[in-house]
């Protein structure tokens, strides 16, 4: 999908020093930029339905059973549906981060399948069928931290930072905690 160059990125106002975290990353200068191919079985392009919103419309409604099966059906039917893995997790998150982060990982491992071995490119956001690896791999970094599983959660942080360096989903904010080993606490 072309090349991610970090001199068109924003790393903050130029009075401003850069971020720890982005300096090797604007160091490791460019490199190519991909899309991974989003796979969601039953959803017909021709048209606005879309299987994961149907899922995320039943749960805010109130029928949670309905959503996840319909979720487990997508996993059933392909489970490469990055998307039904990461909203499994975030289902249970809240109350359960040890089986939101079985969700999660088994997304994120699947996901792992479509990457080559030493895969240094980036994954952005703005590409997006990335969203739902990003997403997977958001929710793993949070169940780890959740579960003080601190170096594991910096890993995997850094590399969602790697991945994704305009950092759409806010990794930068809690990196300094998940290092300094401060447990989790949900956002008020």
């Known amino acids: 999908m072309g090349t991610w160059n970090p001199e068109e990125e924003y790393w903050g106002e130029e009075d401003e020093p850069i971020e720890e975290w982005a300096k090797p990353i604007i160091a490791r200068g460019e490199r190519p930029a991909f899309e991974m191919e989003q796979v969601l079985p039953g959803a017909d392009p021709d048209e606005l339905s879309d299987p994961i919103i149907d899922a995320v419309d039943l749960k805010d409604a109130g029928n949670r059973r309905e959503a996840v099966k319909l979720l487990m059906e997508l996993c059933e039917s392909d489970l490469r549906c990055l998307d039904a893995h990461a909203h499994l997790g975030h289902f249970v998150f809240d109350n359960h981060p040890q089986k939101a982060i079985r969700h999660y990982e088994v997304g994120l491992g699947i996901g792992e399948l479509s990457l080559p071995a030493g895969f240094d490119g980036a994954l952005p956001w703005g590409h997006v069928d990335n969203r739902p690896f990003l997403r997977c791999l958001h929710g793993y970094g949070l169940c780890l931290w959740r579960l003080e599983r601190f170096a594991e959660a910096t890993l995997t942080f850094e590399r969602m930072l790697w991945l994704n360096p305009s950092d759409n989903q ?16 949900a956002e008020e």
Not at 175 to 182: C, E
């Open 170 to 185: 806010g990794i930068r904010f809690l990196l300094d905690d998940v290092t300094a080993g401060n447990p989790w606490r």
